[in-house]
């Protein structure tokens, strides 16, 4: 029954599905003659053990490859039980071949919105960098030039890093929404590098960083209405059902899979281009990996994706 069931999963619009579910229906009615040989108790416990499991999978609908809403269950099962990944199209390398995104991926974590130990932590680095970073650094001129590669002014929708600066030096004060963010704005401020993280509960396919078709959905942070991307500007989406969880690269994120006290799985992205190297970014991740374990009791691994190495699971 497994073998018949995966190939029901895997076969739709596939001629050569008939051929399976033929030999399911021979199968079943060999195994119905043998049993009638046998003595009447045998006979009905063999019956009940051998066809339950098949009368309960019909119940999703019969052997058909044209039942659709029995394929649309099967498929959807099958997509929980398969191994996702994170994943960097080919074009966005084509842009950026020196970009490198540092991955922290967590299973389990416990994520509060009071910590003082971690907001002591974040309360130093705040007025640390309001000390020593200038809007004219280089590191974040690089992704000035990032976003204009795309065609996206840098001034009017600024990538993630330049705004937080900018909200530090004109106020240290910044909010406490929960450990896990605070954890993650230290680290992009210490290092100069733009940081995200998304809910995986609220992720349905693999997670793509690629290019707008024009075709996704987008909900902002705090916000009611959908809105579609540009053609071309740089979206990391859902690829199920093209959900955008960030638009124009990281300039602003969803709504949909923001990251809250009750969050669990998670994907931390940090990310490099030049002139930061990708060995700072790597120590930056790493940081951020003994942080989350030591105040957050966070089971997670780390990854990379590079030129080289465009997609992992998880």
């Given at each position: 029954?497994?073998?018949?069931?995966?190939?029901?999963?895997?076969?739709?619009?596939?001629?050569?599905?008939?051929?399976?579910?033929i030999?399911?229906s021979v199968?079943?009615?060999?195994s119905?003659?043998?049993?009638?040989?046998?003595?009447?108790?045998?006979?009905?416990?063999?019956?009940?053990?051998?066809?339950?499991?098949?009368?309960?999978?019909?119940?999703?609908?019969?052997?058909?490859?044209?039942?659709?809403?029995?394929?649309?269950?099967?498929?959807?099962?099958?997509l929980?039980?398969?191994?996702?990944?994170?994943?960097?199209?080919?074009?966005?390398?084509?842009l950026?071949?020196?970009?490198?995104?540092?991955?922290?991926i967590?299973?389990?974590i416990?994520?509060?919105?009071?910590?003082?130990?971690?907001d002591?932590?974040f309360?130093?680095?705040?007025?640390?960098?309001?000390?020593?970073?200038?809007?004219d650094?280089?590191?974040?001129?690089?992704?000035n030039?990032a976003?204009?590669?795309?065609?996206?002014?840098?001034?009017k929708?600024p990538?993630?890093?330049?705004?937080l600066?900018k909200?530090?030096?004109?106020?240290?004060?910044?909010?406490?929404i929960?450990?896990?963010?605070?954890?993650?704005?230290?680290?992009?401020?210490?290092?100069?590098l733009?940081?995200?993280?998304?809910?995986?509960?609220?992720?349905?396919?693999?997670?793509?960083?690629?290019?707008?078709?024009?075709?996704?959905?987008?909900?902002?942070?705090?916000?009611?209405?959908?809105?579609?991307?540009?053609?071309?500007?740089v979206?990391?989406?859902?690829?199920?059902?093209?959900?955008v969880?960030?638009?124009?690269?990281?300039?602003?994120?969803?709504?949909?899979t923001?990251?809250?006290?009750?969050?669990?799985?998670?994907v931390?992205?940090?990310?490099?281009?030049?002139?930061?190297?990708?060995d700072?970014?790597?120590?930056?991740?790493?940081?951020?990996?003994?942080?989350?374990?030591k105040?957050?009791?966070?089971?997670?691994?780390v990854?990379y994706?590079?030129?080289?190495?465009?997609?992992?699971?998880?």
């Open positions: 029954m497994e073998k018949d069931q995966k190939n029901l999963l895997t076969t739709s619009g596939n001629p050569a599905a008939g051929i399976e579910i030999s399911v199968q079943c009615q060999f119905a003659f043998v049993i009638e040989l046998m003595p009447i108790t045998l006979k009905a416990w063999i019956k009940i053990t051998l066809f339950f499991p098949v009368i309960a999978f019909s119940g999703l609908g019969r052997f058909d490859i044209n039942n659709k809403p029995a394929v649309k269950i099967l498929r959807n099962q099958k929980k039980l398969e191994m996702r990944k994170i994943i960097i199209e080919d074009a966005l390398f084509d950026f071949p020196e970009f490198c995104r540092c991955l922290v967590v299973k389990s416990e994520n509060h919105e009071e910590n003082p130990e971690v002591d932590l309360r130093a680095r705040l007025e640390k960098s309001a000390q020593s970073i200038q809007i650094d280089p590191r974040l001129e690089a992704w030039q976003h204009r590669q795309f065609e996206s002014n840098p001034n929708y990538p993630s890093i330049k705004s600066v909200r530090v030096l004109k106020s240290p004060d910044l909010p406490f929960n450990s896990v963010v605070a954890l993650f704005n230290y680290i992009s401020l210490k290092y100069c733009p940081c995200g993280g998304d809910d995986l509960a609220a992720i349905e396919g693999n997670l793509v960083l690629g290019i707008a078709r024009g075709d996704e959905s987008f909900r902002g942070l705090g916000a009611t209405k959908t809105e579609t991307p540009k053609p071309g500007e979206i990391y989406y859902d690829s199920a059902n093209k959900n969880m960030c638009r124009r690269w990281n300039w602003r994120n969803g709504d949909d923001k990251i809250t006290a009750t969050s669990q799985g998670i931390i992205n940090i990310d490099c281009l030049p002139p930061i190297p990708s700072t970014g790597f120590e930056a991740r790493d940081e951020l990996a003994d942080l989350l374990t105040h957050c009791s966070a089971n997670l691994r990854d994706l590079d030129y080289q190495n465009r997609e992992t699971e998880f």
